[in-house]
């Protein structure tokens, strides 16, 4: 029998140490009550005297499932900074070595020639009709001129442009285009501040790990191990700095700023996992399966430390995402697919999978065209009130500055509550936050009985939501799919039992919970109890790629009952 150690000898040679980004997590159990001893039975009454029979209580009254939980959470204030932050954050990441240089891709904003500012871009309208017009355009290149020739005007933010033209830019480039605003960051809005610099440390970070050394010639046991143990080392301990140093000056930043540094450090985690595991083994390595199965899983085991940097800091990206309202953004779909790719059993993208029907919360505008990040620095708290305005955002994101505003006054416009307690839901989903379930039930339980069936379907699904983890964190830790606790569907049954489209997306959201978070111990009659659960959704769903997947799930979990 070979040694597993001895196989993987390449492999532990790689091994540095690191730190990693931490979440704080607590968790508890409550002492149980001590047992109640039994009462002493009633005594037996006299001969004479003849017992009453046994009354029969009255049967319970069925429970509400919309009545209003008693124990809503409230989301608390984003912590926005208030100093712009030290020069000293962007010129450590500056000498970062080890990072790659930028490729000429990064280089075209920094010769690109941008047409001359708008003389009527000096008024706060003005500024806002010319961005929206130039974000209108669909060239990249076109746009971004466009937008160049918008840094002058006295109507938007100091920095605002330039830090939009980060956003829309390739990650890698986020250095190249800010770095000679450094110089001007004190004179910045602290918020806008923080994200510059923050786009300068992503930069670095989206340009590391740096391509390996290449091995040249035949990949026998001795020279792989000469070039594991000298060239790839010495390769993967700079780039093992290089991540830690980036990292560590991006804690530093607050809100937006440590948002985007957060993900892209857990985005180079991975690619760095990825090209370490691609370093070449012996060709007869490669031709024994039983060989490579005992190396790669060592190698693995060894690149656990790596992966938690990645999971703890993809997850305080997030957390920070949600902070500012993202719910669509490239950033957000790249850290949860990378989540989602490294740890299949605690997929952040599950809940996406859940039939809500077509978000109709849908607006054109300058809004609408804005990262939610922008949006948010341009709302003012009596726009956040108008009901043309969340219908605008919604798809993309609800920014810390709209929540503030419709937080401190009820929204009278029913339609505008439908939609904004939609948007809190897909908040919520798309970064596992139960404050936002709450926040969609504090909107739509006010009159449960008015509410329409596609409120109701929401309001249900929100029920649901709310009985399982706090956060991404909290999911991802679970102890086990059963501990997530999404089995309180009974909101979602009340709607899955009438008729129509509706009915069926609850029925189908309630299995697909029940999927997700099975009983412990769950077995054949569990699954078989779904696929029947999806079928009736699929018979009552009109729209052909919901039919679809409702079947396609049917018999998923016909397969598994089978296979149980």
Not at 76 to 103: H, M, N, W, Y
Not at 154 to 164: A, D, E, I, S, Y
Request: glycine share 8%; with cysteine.
């Amino acid at each position: 029998m070979r040694s597993p150690v001895s196989v993987a000898a390449p492999a532990l040679s790689l091994l540095v140490a690191c730190s990693s980004l931490s979440l704080g997590a607590g968790c508890g159990g409550a002492t149980p009550p001590p047992a109640t001893p039994p009462s002493q039975p009633p005594p037996t009454p006299p001969a004479s005297v003849t017992a009453p029979p046994p009354s029969t209580p009255p049967p319970a009254a069925k429970a509400d499932p919309f009545a209003t939980p008693a124990n809503l959470r409230r989301e608390a204030p984003p912590s926005l900074p208030t100093q712009s932050p030290e020069d000293e954050i962007a010129a450590r990441a500056e000498k970062t070595a080890g990072v790659r240089a930028p490729d000429a891709t990064c280089a075209v904003y920094t010769k690109r020639a941008v047409a001359a500012p708008e003389a009527s871009c000096k008024d706060g309208p003005a500024a806002r009709a010319a961005l929206e017009k130039a974000l209108a355009i669909a060239d990249a290149a076109k746009r971004d001129a466009a937008l160049g020739a918008l840094e002058a005007c006295k109507g938007l933010p100091r920095g605002f442009v330039r830090g939009l033209r980060a956003e829309l830019a390739p990650a890698a480039c986020g250095d190249v285009l800010v770095k000679d605003e450094r110089k001007n960051l004190a004179s910045y809005d602290p918020v806008v501040a923080h994200a510059l610099v923050g786009y300068f440390v992503a930069g670095r970070l989206a340009r590391t790990p740096s391509a390996p050394p290449a091995m040249t010639g035949a990949a026998t046991r001795e020279r792989v191990q000469a070039f594991v143990s000298g060239p790839f080392k010495q390769w993967f301990a700079d780039q093992a700095r290089a991540l830690e140093e980036l990292s560590n000056v991006g804690v530093k930043l607050g809100f937006y700023g440590r948002a985007v540094v957060a993900v892209e450090a857990g985005l180079a985690e991975i690619r760095f996992v990825e090209t370490v595991r691609a370093a070449p083994i012996p060709a007869a390595w490669q031709a024994d399966p039983e060989l490579r199965v005992v190396y790669y899983g060592a190698l693995d085991q060894m690149l656990e430390p790596r992966k938690a940097r990645m999971r703890d800091a993809l997850l305080v990206g997030l957390r920070d995402m949600a902070a500012v309202g993202v719910i669509r953004d490239a950033r957000v779909d790249r850290a949860r697919a990378g989540l989602s790719g490294l740890y299949a059993g605690r997929r952040i993208d599950a809940l996406d999978g859940l039939m809500l029907g077509d978000d109709d919360a849908a607006g054109g505008g300058l809004f609408a065209a804005l990262p939610t990040f922008y949006a948010g620095l341009l709302l003012s708290p009596d726009e956040a009130k108008d009901p043309r305005v969340v219908p605008q955002l919604a798809r993309r994101g609800l920014p810390w500055s709209l929540r503030l505003g419709l937080a401190s006054a009820p929204i009278a416009d029913k339609g505008q509550r439908a939609a904004y307690a939609r948007a809190r839901l897909d908040l919520g989903r798309t970064h596992w936050r139960a404050a936002d379930y709450d926040a969609a039930l504090g909107l739509l339980l006010e009159d449960a009985a008015a509410l329409d069936e596609p409120s109701r379907l929401v309001a249900a699904a929100a029920l649901a939501l709310r009985e399982g983890p706090d956060d991404a964190h909290a999911m991802m830790n679970a102890a086990s799919p059963s501990a997530l606790n999404l089995r309180k569907v009974d909101a979602l049954d009340a709607v899955a039992g009438g008729k129509g489209e509706v009915a069926g997306r609850a029925d189908y959201d309630a299995a697909l919970l029940a999927l997700l978070s099975p009983p412990e111990g769950a077995g054949k009659a569990h699954f078989t109890a779904l696929a029947e659960r999806f079928r009736r959704a699929a018979s009552k769903l009109v729209k052909p790629d919901e039919k679809k997947r409702a079947e396609e799930a049917a018999a998923r979990a016909e397969a598994t009952a089978r296979a149980l």
